[in-house]
Each structure stands twice: as structure tokens, then as C-alpha cells.
């Protein structure tokens, strides 16, 4: 098993910066990629980013690149989210998750998930 814990996330006006961290433990030498996920009332849950453990690139959606930052610190078995000049339409539940099998966590190769975090954009 391997358990998510994140962090970060809340309120923040429109143009502002969050930063979301997720840090895994358990048997992570089962994980190839970790991943935030986000879903919006009503929407389905969407990959927002994602990272192959221990590589050096990452898969952004359309619609945040240039804005988010997803880093990892193999170390800690953490990868942190930066956010910046968000928009009301970033408004959703943030997930951290992690696959196996795959190098950037579409959803099919999820097996586990964090419990999830507010992030709420104001305009």
C-alpha cells in the first residue's frame, strides 16, 4: 500500500499563487508516477499534471501550462504543485495520486489516492 498526504491549497484571489505538496509513504518502489488530479462540481476529475518517478519531464494540461510548476524531491517521495496566476476556472478539489505501470498517471493507472484539497480562486 501507499498512502498520500497532502498539503496547501485554501483560498486565494484571483492572479495569486498556491503551492500544493504531496508526500508518499508506504511501499513506494510499486509507483512509476505521481500525478494532481482536480475535479469541479459537476465535472469529471481531470489531470492537471503529472511526473514519471525519477525522470526529468512532466505532462501538463492544456489549459495550466506555462501557469503550473510540478516538481519532485525523490528523496522525500514528494512532488510539490506550484500554481500561479490562477483563475477562477482553477476553482476544484485537488487530488495527489500515484500509478503503476505507467510514466504520467493517466487515470487508468491510478491505484491510489490522496483525500483531496480545496483550492478556491475568487475573482
Known amino acids: 500500500q501507499v498512502r498520500l498526504e497532502e498539503s496547501g491549497g485554501g483560498p486565494v484571489q484571483a492572479g495569486g499563487s498556491l503551492r500544493l505538496s504531496c508526500a508518499a509513504s508506504?511501499?513506494?518502489?510499486?509507483?512509476?508516477?505521481m500525478a494532481w488530479f482536480r475535479q469541479a462540481p459537476g465535472k469529471e476529475r481531470e489531470r492537471v499534471a503529472a511526473?514519471?518517478?525519477?525522470?526529468?519531464?512532466?505532462y501538463y494540461m492544456d489549459s495550466v501550462k506555462g501557469r503550473f510548476t510540478l516538481s519532485q524531491d525523490n528523496a522525500k517521495n514528494t512532488v510539490t504543485l506550484q500554481m500561479n496566476s490562477l483563475q477562477p476556472e482553477d476553482t476544484a478539489m485537488y487530488y495527489c495520486?500515484?500509478?503503476?505501470?505507467?510514466?504520467?498517471?493517466?487515470?487508468?493507472?491510478?491505484?491510489?489516492w490522496g483525500q483531496g484539497t480545496q483550492v478556491t480562486v475568487s475573482s
Open positions: 508506504g511501499y513506494t518502489n510499486t509507483i512509476s508516477c
Open positions: 511526473i514519471s518517478i525519477g525522470g526529468d519531464t512532466t
Open positions: 495520486a500515484a500509478g503503476r505501470y505507467a510514466s504520467y498517471c493517466p487515470k487508468e493507472a491510478i491505484r491510489y
